[in-house]
């Protein structure tokens, strides 16, 4: 149970395009889902919380305007980077919160952006 | 405010010897305490928490963790370390309330020894 799945597990897009990532919960309504973001060799930064039905809140420094995210019902997010250029180039994981018990998050598989 | 501290960037080990991943946190409030395993281009996946109650915790793959409040220490043990548990080890803390955020330290990554 708690699975997470993210699609595409890569994409390759053009500089100046925007990409649209999807967060699902296969298997439980999610009231939280987080968007991180992952260097290489580094750890997870987390670029924003997404609750269903509302706003995103996001980290200091992360531009809203370029990472738009939807939590537009319980089992889904999305992550559209905006006009992309090669610096937002990154691993990009999703996770979960299956309600409260526990607290655990349940990551995605993560998502590979290359921007050219 | 909270944070987590892994010492060690890489640790490598012997086959069958013991694995020793330490985790030291700093919360105002009761914490959330979880180790996940990372392997190449993969998410993250849980290998145990705690939350309340036994401060030992064991996990999945034959890890343990315990919770010392006294040294704010969560350091994750195996006795036995294999082959396949090389990989990307996180600690990560969480407000027992609230959002439920994730700090998480700079990770750990495993060797093994053959």
Request: proline share 4%.
């Given at each position: 149970?708690?699975?997470?799945?993210?699609?595409?597990?890569?994409?390759?897009?053009?500089?100046?395009?925007?990409?649209?990532?999807?967060?699902?919960?296969?298997?439980?309504?999610?009231?939280?889902?987080?968007?991180y973001?992952q260097f290489p060799k580094q750890s997870l930064?987390?670029?924003?919380?997404?609750?269903?039905?509302?706003?995103?809140?996001?980290?200091?420094?992360?531009?809203?305007?370029?990472?738009?995210?939807?939590?537009?019902?319980?089992?889904?997010?999305?992550?559209?980077?905006?006009?992309?250029?090669?610096?937002?180039?990154?691993f990009?994981i999703?996770?979960?919160?299956?309600?409260?018990?526990?607290?655990?998050?349940?990551f995605?598989?993560g998502?590979?952006?290359?921007?050219? | 405010?909270?944070?987590?501290?892994q010492?060690g960037s890489h640790v490598s080990?012997?086959?069958?010897?013991?694995v020793?991943l330490?985790c030291?946190?700093?919360?105002?409030?009761?914490?959330?305490?979880?180790w996940y395993v990372q392997y190449p281009n993969q998410g993250l996946q849980l290998l145990?928490?705690?939350?309340?109650?036994?401060?030992?915790?064991?996990?999945?793959?034959?890890?343990?963790?315990?919770?010392?409040?006294?040294?704010?220490?969560?350091?994750l043990?195996?006795?036995?370390?294999?082959?396949s548990d090389a990989a990307e080890y996180f600690c990560a803390?969480?407000?027992?309330?609230?959002?439920?955020?994730?700090?998480f330290g700079t990770g750990t990554r495993l060797k093994v020894?053959?």
């Amino acid at each position: 149970g708690a699975v997470v799945s993210q699609h595409p597990s890569w994409v390759i897009c053009k500089s100046g395009t925007s990409v649209k990532i999807e967060c699902r919960s296969l298997d439980f309504q999610a009231t939280t889902m987080f968007w991180y973001r992952q260097f290489p060799k580094q750890s997870l930064m987390l670029m924003a919380t997404s609750n269903e039905g509302s706003k995103a809140t996001y980290e200091q420094g992360v531009e809203k305007d370029k990472f738009l995210i939807n939590h537009a019902s319980l089992t889904l997010s999305t992550l559209t980077v905006t006009s992309a250029h090669p610096e937002d180039s990154s691993f990009y994981i999703c996770s979960a919160i299956p309600g409260l018990a526990g607290a655990e998050q349940y990551f995605g598989p993560g998502t590979r952006l290359t921007v050219t | 405010a909270q944070s987590v501290t892994q010492l060690g960037s890489h640790v490598s080990v012997s086959e069958g010897a013991l694995v020793l991943l330490r985790c030291n946190y700093s919360s105002s409030v009761p914490p959330y305490l979880f180790w996940y395993v990372q392997y190449p281009n993969q998410g993250l996946q849980l290998l145990l928490k705690y939350t309340t109650g036994a401060t030992l915790v064991k996990g999945i793959n034959g890890f343990e963790a315990e919770f010392k409040k006294s040294e704010t220490s969560f350091h994750l043990t195996k006795p036995s370390a294999h082959m396949s548990d090389a990989a990307e080890y996180f600690c990560a803390v969480s407000a027992a309330s609230g959002t439920y955020k994730y700090i998480f330290g700079t990770g750990t990554r495993l060797k093994v020894l053959a």
